[in-house]
């Protein structure tokens, strides 16, 4: 008897390699026979399931391909090529505008798919419609144009395979060094991996070679975006938007960065003019439905929600920014309407989240609590299955933190840094009372409240990048005083933008307090405030609300619960080698006696008493995280409790917590 030499294979590449020159070669009957042999081995792997359905609709049998395809995307929802070859099958059998639906869907996913594109412009041909034709044929040229090398990082990019994109694309770069679309690429991943400076300096020596590139000039906004410089970002995106007035494209644009600076009549009017040309486009009405919420307009917010959801009842964004609105209660239409979406596979799997979380909120409303429970732990699977967190590893990372920022470290160091006292530091889990700590403190003429800024997390990471022998934070021990001191002149330059006069700013970026050491070696006097809140309600306030990124921790109640442990003890020791240099402010204590803690706060920042930080809620201020309609509010501990609604389905969080951690919640 012989062996059937692909099945023999050892690497999972090396048996789709073999599978797909089988195809290549038209050999068909050994490429199937191969792809069941796999199948027996493990009926559900995903690769081997879509070589089948590939296999299926290539005989004639088209039918039976999306059978195989349905089974493959309920195990993994964000396969692009699954999704595409729904796509296929339907063109196959003549269904033109359920084609382009699929087409569409896989190159939200992966925009990578040259035959998903064509698929689109075939469709819309024969369908007659003329809308977008341009822009498809323009990214058909664009792909078909890139070294094969650089598709493939975009491939992999999409897939989440940021490393292998990244280790490719520098490959590429070393023998290409002035090649536009590989400095993109890998500014992009730069991006993606919170490398901001690294991404810039990509971004800058682009820019210097083509400076009339538009793709560069558009990820020169994403970057001004995501280093929280909007007036930055309005500059670039109003610059494309003049210079092609009929690109909807950089007229959203524009539109999005004016409503990131409230300038709110100019957002309006650039939605608007967009919906003239675009009336369904459920993205734009779902950005006008934010605008007119924002203006407090929100009768007219919701109808541009509620239009965003029946032109595309799939757009996830339009029935979670419903959910969000506190006046709004879903009837029990809505309800069927999103059950029924989840049942089916009209959502892209970036949407499913969104409206999980709606249909967790709805059910909750009506105090439906053990199916509020399973529509907010489905929306967090589905996230949870797009993220690449592991507990293990961010355990060992803080456990590195405590390892080496000992109080001889500090003691060796001692007079390095930036003296400037100014940066006041909110750190802590979110959802754990840190907005309302800043909106108070901002509320002081001396203190100028800005936002979760990024730039200690992208200097950790340039860091973590900088060496491929010595990693972060043990890289600290070979950097000498002048250049921790230029770190935190950096700092102190890098976020005057956020700033007003005041001489004292707030940056309450959460995750920070894993980077305290860091800090207090670059900035020796900056204030430390870790913003506590007891953990069950802290963590499953985080476990229910759905954070755009940078929380991955908060999908699963295990993993919360394991983070929020390894915080307190992370903090711990941060307070035991910085004695005195940090200040813990919990939450109830807030709430049970506001007077006391705005004292301790401000005596511990070397502040005056002013009266106005006792009327925070008076402030107006920009506040963009989930907290922003509480601080316009006066303290209250209507939140605090609403976690017990769901306790017999917390035991997983119960466990992951501790016993003595537990305890602080039950007995609160």
């Not at 109080?407 to 959802?431: C, H, M, N, W, Y």
Request: aromatic share 8%; glycine share 6%.
């Amino acid at each position: 008897m012989t062996t059937d030499p692909i099945a023999a294979m050892d690497s999972e590449s090396e048996r789709l390699a073999a599978i797909q020159n089988l195809l290549r070669a038209g050999d068909r009957d050994k490429a199937r026979n191969a792809v069941k042999a796999w199948l027996s081995d493990q009926p559900k792997h995903p690769e081997a399931l879509y070589f089948y359905a590939v296999i299926q609709r290539t005989d004639g049998q088209p039918d039976s391909a999306m059978q195989t395809l349905a089974e493959l995307l309920k195990i993994q929802p964000e396969h692009s090529r699954a999704v595409q070859e729904l796509g296929h099958c339907q063109r196959q059998m003549g269904a033109t505008a359920l084609s382009l639906k699929y087409y569409q869907r896989a190159t939200r996913m992966n925009a990578s798919l040259i035959a998903s594109w064509q698929g689109q412009l075939h469709a819309l041909q024969k369908l007659g419609q003329r809308n977008g034709l341009n822009q498809i044929a323009e990214q058909i040229d664009y792909l078909r144009a890139l070294p094969p090398p650089l598709l493939a990082v975009m491939d992999l990019q999409a897939r989440g395979k940021r490393l292998q994109a990244e280790e490719l694309c520098k490959r590429f770069m070393q023998k290409n060094p002035r090649h536009i679309e590989g400095m993109r690429l890998l500014a992009g991943i730069a991006l993606e991996m919170g490398a901001l400076d690294e991404a810039a300096l990509l971004l800058t020596t682009a820019e210097k070679i083509a400076p009339a590139n538009q793709r560069v000039q558009l990820d020169c906004v994403q970057l001004a975006r995501r280093q929280n410089n909007h007036d930055e970002a309005r500059r670039r995106a109003n610059k494309l938007a003049n210079s092609d007035p009929e690109n909807l494209q950089f007229q959203s644009l524009a539109a999005i960065e004016a409503l990131q600076v409230s300038d709110f009549e100019a957002a309006l009017a650039g939605f608007e003019r967009i919906l003239e040309k675009q009336p369904n486009d459920p993205a734009t009405l779902t950005s006008l439905g934010h605008t007119l919420k924002t203006i407090g307009r929100a009768e007219e917010a919701i109808n541009r929600y509620r239009k965003a959801t029946a032109v595309r009842s799939g757009h996830g964004e339009g029935w979670y920014a419903l959910s969000n609105l506190k006046t709004y209660r879903f009837d029990d239409a809505d309800i069927n309407a999103m059950e029924a979406l989840c049942r089916g596979d009209e959502l892209d799997p970036g949407h499913i989240p969104f409206v999980r979380f709606a249909l967790g909120k709805a059910y909750e409303d009506r105090s439906e609590y053990a199916e509020s429970f399973t529509q907010y732990a489905a929306g967090n699977a589905a996230k949870r299955q797009q993220s690449y967190y592991d507990a293990d590893d961010m355990h060992a990372d803080m456990q590195s933190m405590a390892t080496f920022f000992d109080r001889a470290l500090f003691e060796q160091k001692a007079g390095s840094g930036d003296a400037d006292p100014a940066p006041i530091f909110i750190v802590g889990l979110p959802r754990a009372g840190s907005t309302l700590l800043e909106q108070i403190l901002s509320s002081h003429s001396q203190v100028d409240g800005t936002q979760e800024l990024p730039n200690i997390l992208s200097m950790a990471q340039q860091l973590r990048r900088r060496s491929e022998d010595t990693t972060y934070p043990e890289i600290l021990a070979d950097i000498d005083a002048d250049e921790l001191r230029a770190m935190g002149t950096r700092f102190i330059a890098d976020t005057r933008i956020h700033r007003g006069n005041a001489p004292f700013f707030i940056d309450k970026m959460p995750n920070n307090f894993r980077h305290i050491g860091l800090i207090k070696l670059i900035l020796p006097n900056a204030k430390i405030i870790d913003a506590r809140r007891h953990p069950m309600a802290c963590c499953f306030s985080g476990f229910k609300q759905l954070f755009a990124e940078g929380q991955e921790f908060s999908y699963q109640l295990a993993d919360i619960g394991r983070y929020y442990r390894d915080y307190v003890e992370l903090m711990s020791h941060w307070q035991s080698v910085l004695p005195g240099q940090i200040l813990q402010v919990n939450n109830e204590d807030v709430i049970e006696d506001l007077p006391g803690q705005v004292a301790r706060l401000l005596e511990f920042c070397g502040l005056p008493f002013e009266e106005q930080c006792l009327h925070y809620w008076e402030t107006e201020r920009a506040v963009k995280t989930p907290s922003s309609e509480q601080v316009r509010q006066p303290v209250s501990d209507k939140g605090q409790h609403q976690w017990r609604n769901y306790s017999p389905w917390l035991d997983p969080l119960r466990e992951a917590l501790g016993s003595h951690l537990v305890r602080l919640s039950e007995e609160s």
